[in-house]
């Protein structure tokens, strides 16, 4: 493995691990991204070979955000301890920009077993995201300017977050102390001179150059926890004369609905040979075949939903997934199964989505009736078995909407190893396997992305948003 191997980073979700790789592409850095555990214990192949040669780091995704806190622990030691083996010697924990979790935890469980492991005798926390509205100060997190307890995420299914005040958060999860660290110089004192009685430091940020600055004081950190920009920024910082000097991927259009993006622009945009973006223009053009686009959103999040309406009105149909009808048993199950990929099958010309929380009804619904957490499994396993479907079909080009739903796909596609290709919107790059058959997938945080941003994604050439060649 080449000297300059030296971050390795460990995600709790597969979706925030695919955002910690973007950002990481962006900063000019070459990464591999890896799915599971599996892949760490057995005997890497030539291409994966080839790809660790040729990266400055290495983002290990596990799904660690919703389980016992205990099986949490053991998994991301593992994680480390492999990274280790492979030469990194700095590690960055990532979790979601809104900070899920719950009293249990699993960030401060991980981060303080991470820090043991590693003889850290502190942690810093910084979830701040500015460029997608992801802030902290005096220790609350806002999200979009308003407090995270008032921003939709009170409403996860999985981890409601009822409390902005992260010191509060964090503390019900850790055994160490938590304290904080204010928007002010006080945040480039030396990691030695923190206080010695307080383990873990909930660390604020409201804009990039904060950002920076807290790169800059934890240079020297073996450990450090956070968002994807807090990631990317540390890695500029601790990575800057060891990287592979190459340049970062290309990025998407931007989505209209994004701070800063030129709607004219966006509406534009239409690149040869992609599909058609109103539903008007709609047409079976056999010449779309081979770059049909399909949506799988598994996120109830506002944002998504906000994505899905959006689709329905401008890009193309939308099908709800029949959640409470697969719980009545298997043949039930493989029925909508069935059904979903008959449908696929008959907008393969065009872009279509499988939505299971456009409507938070339909989400309720299924909870009230089958209770939160067998819902999410039920969905997770139909749009499993979906995606599996329609792989085996031929579909080369799939967007996940949702962490979990994420994960479900990328297990059930078998996918263990990525690339990162062009960025659609902060955060959200296309993918591409790095095991044949190849498929390019945009893995999408719930919460992640403007109103457009289906329609930007499609928008991509999924055979040629890679900035370097995929190794055969």
Known sequence: MPHSLQLGCIADDYTGATDLASMLVRQGLQVVQLFGLEILRAEFSANLREALSESDAI???????????????????????????????????????????????????????????????????????????????????????????????????????????LVRVLQAQCRGRVGRVSVSPAVNVSYSDATEDIQNWIVDAVSEDDLKAVASAAQQHVLLTGGSAMGAYWASVTQGNTRHHRSPAATAPQDSSLPGASSQDSATFEPPGTVATHRSDLSQSPSLRETCTLVLAGSCSTATRKQIAYFERHVGPVKELEVLRAAQGKVEFDAVVAEVLQWCGDCQHYAALVASGARME??????????????????????????????????????????????AVINALGIDAVRIGVEIAPGVPWVHSLREPSVALALKSGNFGGDAFFETAIGCDGAAVFSREVPR
């Open 362 to 407: 339909q989400v309720r619904g299924a909870a009230d009736a089958l209770g939160a957490q067998r819902a999410a499994e039920l969905t997770e396993a139909l749009f499993a078995a979906i995606a599996k479907g329609l792989a085996e079909l031929g579909l080369r080009r799939m967007i996940v909407a949702g962490g979990e739903t994420s994960g």
């Open 59 to 165: 983002v290990v995704s596990l799904k660690t955000r919703s389980i016992p806190a205990a099986a949490a622990c053991s998994m991301s030691l593992e994680a480390l301890r492999a990274l280790q083996e492979i030469g990194c010697t700095q590690f960055f924990f990532k979790y979601c920009s809104t900070f899920d979790s719950t009293a249990e935890g699993n960030i401060g469980p991980v981060a303080e077993a991470l820090a043991s492991e590693l003889k850290q005798n502190h942690v810093w926390y910084c979830p701040a995201f500015p460029e997608n509205g992801r802030t902290v100060y005096c220790g609350h997190l806002f999200v979009g300017g308003e407090l995270l307890h008032e921003s939709g995420m009170q409403n996860h299914p999985l981890n409601p977050m009822s409390d902005s005040n």
